[in-house]
RNA sequence: GCGCCCGUAGCUCAGCCGGAUAGAGCGGCGGCCUUCUAAGCCGAUGGUCACAGGUUCGAAUCCUGUCGGGCGCGCCA
């Protein structure tokens, strides 16, 4: 069940019983323990609005409040709040309930699922990933994850960047340096140096960059070969970028490149010309929304326009992101898209979005931006190193690998050095995933290796350890978990905290897949560990007599499952042993 | 010129659907390992929430302005 919702059902009822008016209940978490476990605000708002007494009014609610089984007392304090107790008997029964709900730990799916395309990571073909890859892709997959547990039908999109300027240079490229050889070994690499060849080549021989204009032409038009050898360059890119995502494990359910939608893109500009969303302008076609009626405001001051089709006749990514929208909605009838993408391009989806409102489509698009990577000077982090070597995100997990397992082979952890190893890459990339999605998106990140692989305090490794605790304990009980079923008993504070964090999990879950914030979900797990540990430290579970040692084993295997949910749906792994 | 974001403890950051003495991690200080994993636990310390006004019973949170930092804006994606 959902607490906070359950709570605030309660309380405006209780308003409504107790005062005869409709007013929200303005339910908040207490921010110290010692005023409860929630309290009620609405009383004070709806006394000022009668013109009464607050502390009276808030009185006669918590009396009804009172009376409820879930609420053990109900007092009133300060100048009308209203602190609630959550009746530990009561408690228990819900953690029971959760207890045999082994497929979803207690966490309600949504009430209307929707179909909602996540567009994520999105890395150009024939260009090794590097770091800049690594907050979409992330990101993108812990969102999908939680959208789909909470009852979503979610399609996994990756719009790679397979289609465009670099491809008549490749395609000259690879007939004059190209080797077949380096191709199969390892494509990206190859098509990378000869890229740089050709690029180098095109700067400064006309000849040269006019004969990589003409087989792009061709490739466009449709010609045989050229296409060919770019369906091999996107092949051969696919499975090299599939080697990340393996290590990463991300899927995706569709990788729908900007290829993709090629044929529909004369169709676009010719729809927004017919509608008169789009008119020509020194050659190129634009949308000016200061032009056009019932454009928000703050576009229409824009002046520079929207454009969909270049002078020379080329379409843009613009037009691509229209022809995207428009497939998603009739290919999938999608009821949402959200883009995980740099919000430094929040400007572009605002254009975006405003031409698909005008074109009528209903579809809900939302840009789920993301702050920049800094490095430690706190400026955009480099894609090259200090020796102008590419950092590509392959070898910046084999360095998060390299460095989880080293801290594990150092003391005070000196870990036997087979475990370390068989640990380095769920522990390594589950720290990076970790500390990345712990953080509110929107900020920027700053990029640093002993923040990053960092074992203490609020990081994936101490996340996964408690989970490994957990299943330790279990593991010992010889206790079969199936036959756990509650009830669960609460007589030390320690138990309590532990469940009252426990009922906070499908809140968590919920509004981390409303707002697209993995960072709440983060934010539960740290509570959860801490409280774990507290409870660890004071109520012993093997050594105590039954009924109290099953309750404790309860208690530590929804943990367990709770911790090992959340990190799921992080993306990142929950090891059974540390 | 237009638009967007940010300024919270020494550092990195939560909190910003308005609610009680502003939280966490890291670092530093002091304790705790014959007891289910010390990757831990307990305690103390640490902040004019950039600044100035305003709205409100109540503002880190909402509004206005100022200062400081960052970012985006015609034929790249």
């Not at 290590?247 to 290829?259: Q, Y």
């Not at 579809?363 to 480099?382: A, C, Q, T, W």
């Not at 593991?475 to 009922?503: F, N």
Request: aromatic share 6%.
């Amino acid at each position: 069940m959902r607490i906070e919702p359950f709570l605030d059902a309660i309380a405006a009822a209780a308003i409504h019983d107790a005062l005869d008016v409709e007013a929200p209940a303005i339910l908040r978490p207490t921010s110290d323990a010692t005023h409860g476990d929630y309290q009620v605000n609405g009383v004070l708002g709806l006394a000022k609005r009668l013109k009464q007494n607050p502390r009276e009014l808030a009185a006669k609610v918590a009396e009804r409040l009172a009376a409820h089984e879930a609420i053990a007392s109900a007092e009133v304090a300060g100048p009308g709040f209203v602190n609630l107790r959550l009746d530990d008997a009561w408690l228990g029964r819900v953690l029971g309930d959760a207890l045999v709900d082994r497929d979803r730990d207690g966490v309600p799916a949504v009430e209307t699922p929707e179909t909602i395309v996540v567009d994520f990571s999105s890395p150009n073909i024939a260009k090794q990933m590097h770091v800049g890859h690594l907050r979409s892709t992330i990101l993108g997959d812990a969102i999908s994850r939680t959208l789909r547990f909470v009852g979503h039908e979610v399609i996994g999109d990756n719009h790679l960047g397979d289609w465009g300027t670099q491809f008549g240079l490749l395609i000259v490229g690879m007939r004059e340096w190209g080797s077949d050889e380096a191709l199969a070994q390892d494509p990206i690499v190859e098509l990378e140096r000869v890229y740089k060849l050709a690029s180098a080549r095109a700067g400064e021989d006309e000849a040269f960059a006019a004969s990589a204009r003409a087989e792009l032409a061709k490739l466009q038009a449709g010609d045989g070969e050229n296409h060919a050898l770019w369906q091999r360059f996107v092949d051969v890119s696919k499975s090299s970028l599939n080697l990340v995502y393996d290590r990463l494990g991300v899927t995706f359910d569709e990788w729908l490149g900007e290829s993709a939608y090629n044929d529909r893109l004369a169709g676009v500009v010719e729809l927004l010309r017919e509608k008169g969303i789009a008119r020509e302008d020194e050659g190129a076609i634009c949308v000016f929304f200061g032009e056009l009626e019932g454009v928000d405001p703050k576009l229409a001051k824009q002046k520079v326009p929207f454009i969909v089709q270049k002078g020379d006749g080329a379409f843009l990514y613009s037009t691509t992101d229209i022809a995207t929208v428009l497939y998603r909605r009739d290919r999938w009838e999608a009821d949402r898209a959200i883009y995980v993408v740099d919000k430094r391009q929040a400007g572009h989806f605002a254009q975006l979005f405003e031409v698909m409102r005008l074109l009528g489509v209903e579809m809900k698009l939302e840009h789920v931006g993301f702050g920049m990577v800094l490095g430690d000077d706190g400026k955009p982090k480099k894609t090259r190193d200090a020796s102008g070597k590419v950092e590509t995100l392959a070898s910046l997990l084999d360095e998060a690998e390299v460095r989880a397992e080293a801290k594990m082979l150092e003391e005070p952890l000196a870990l036997d050095p087979e475990v370390a190893r068989s640990l380095r890459a769920s522990v390594g990339i589950g720290a990076v995933k970790y500390a990345d999605l712990m953080q509110n998106r929107t900020s920027d990140y700053t990029f640093a290796w002993d923040k990053l692989i960092a074992f203490t305090g609020n990081a994936g490794p101490y996340i996964q350890y408690m989970h490994a605790r957990c299943c330790s304990v279990l593991r010992k009980s010889e206790q079969d978990r199936d036959a756990l079923t509650g009830p669960i008993t609460l007589e030390h504070d320690a138990e309590r905290a532990l469940a009252r964090q426990l009922l906070k999990l499908a809140d968590a879950i919920h509004a981390a897949a409303e707002a697209s914030n993995p960072h709440y979900i983060a934010g539960h797990l740290y509570e959860l560990a801490a409280r774990v540990s507290v409870f660890w430290e004071h109520c012993p579970i093997l050594d105590v007599a039954a009924p109290l040692r099953e309750s404790r084993l309860a208690l530590a295997d929804l943990s367990r499952r709770q911790l090992a949910r959340g990190l799921n749906l992080l993306g990142i792994d929950a090891p059974d042993r540390m």
